[in-house]
């Protein structure tokens, strides 16, 4: 899988935390912000969801895409689907 390919990896492990970071430091600065700014600190929150690519959990889901790429690789034999050992592993 590639970046900007299917699913939600990265590139990279460090373009993937990077992108977790952004992410969880908006969603919590939006609302750590808000009895100060008002609810100007919630234009936060778009850029929480573009960090994310739609929710935290879509963020999680591509940081396990990303660990295990070249690790597992998806055998279909026969109508028969199994997970072994990539090139990676």
Known sequence: MKAGGPGYASGTLAGQLLRGGVGFGALLGAFAL????????????????????????????????TVSRGRLRRECVDGRCELGKGRGA
């Open 34 to 65: 808000l009895p100060f700014a008002g609810p100007v600190a919630l234009l936060l929150l778009p850029v929480a969801l573009q960090a994310f690519r739609g929710c935290p959990t879509c963020w999680v889901i591509g940081l396990l895409e």
